[in-house]
T-cell receptor
Framework: SQQGEEDPQALSIQEGENATMNCSYKTSINNLQWYRQNSGRGLVHLILIRSNEREKHSGRLRVTLDTSKKSSSLLITASRAADTASYFCATGSNAGKSTFGDGTTLTVKP | GAGVSQSPSNKVTEKGKDVELRCDPISGHTALYWYRQSLGQGLEFLIYFQGNSAPDKSGLPSDRFSAERTGGSVSTLTIQRTQQEDSAVYLC??????????????FGPGTRLTVL
């Protein structure tokens, strides 16, 4: 089974609203990464948060990590139609291998 | 600079034939990954190479799948005696291993494999 599991599976919001996606995982990690995939640009890395970090920001993105709950969240503020994509979390171990979840499909309606 | 490239971009083959998929990672990246993604699904880990270490093959679905990485750079994923269930997009990624461990993966555009 996948290490990272995203929740919800699908999310539909209006442009300008915030979108929150969650990721849960099972075993110890070295880092957690969020990626975006759309038909135009393929899979693109968004942000990486290490196990000793609790929160990280990048532009309109905010990621939190709670290692005690083995969970992470990705918040996209002031969403745009161009944010429509699938979002994946990937957990990285010290051994280097990353495991991806099945993703959250975000639709932002203009 | 150049990103990760994969070839071919599309491959249509007949059931039972062998196929080879190629990945050129970003120069200097020591880690290389292969994943498979079926339509509407997440990424399924296949195999991982790191430097000169033995590859992690734990994700290969059967012994029909194999991969090599020559000279620590280019990688080839080979699927023998292809089956229809092998149809998917095969993605390659590379990563720079830094002082704090493993970093972001840069993905190629993928090879869409269709087995008739």
């Amino acid at each position: 089974s996948q290490q990272g599991e995203e929740d919800p599976q699908a999310l539909s919001i209006q442009e300008g609203e915030n979108a929150t996606m969650n990721c849960s995982y099972k075993t110890s990690i070295n880092n957690l990464q969020w990626y975006r995939q759309n038909s135009g640009r393929g899979l693109v890395h968004l942000i990486l948060i290490r196990s000793n970090e609790r929160e990280k920001h990048s532009g309109r993105l905010r990621v939190t990590l709670d290692t005690s709950k083995k969970s992470s969240s990705l918040l996209i503020t002031a969403s745009r139609a161009a944010d429509t994509a699938s979002y994946f979390c990937a957990t990285g171990s010290n051994a280097g291998k990353s495991t991806f979840g099945d993703g959250t499909t975000l639709t932002v309606k203009p | 600079g150049a990103g990760v490239s994969q070839s071919p971009s599309n491959k249509v083959t007949e059931k039972g034939k062998d196929v080879e998929l190629r990945c050129d990672p970003i120069s200097g990246h020591t880690a290389l990954y292969w994943y498979r993604q079926s339509l509407g699904q997440g990424l399924e880990f296949l195999i991982y190479f790191q430097g000169n270490s033995a590859p992690d093959k734990s994700g290969l679905p059967s012994d029909r799948f194999s991969a090599e990485r020559t000279g620590g750079s280019v990688s080839t994923l080979t699927i023998q005696r292809t089956q229809q269930e092998d149809s998917a997009v095969y993605l390659c990624a590379s990563s720079l291993v830094g002082g704090q461990g493993y970093n972001e993966q840069f993905f190629g555009p993928g090879t869409r494999l269709t087995v008739l």
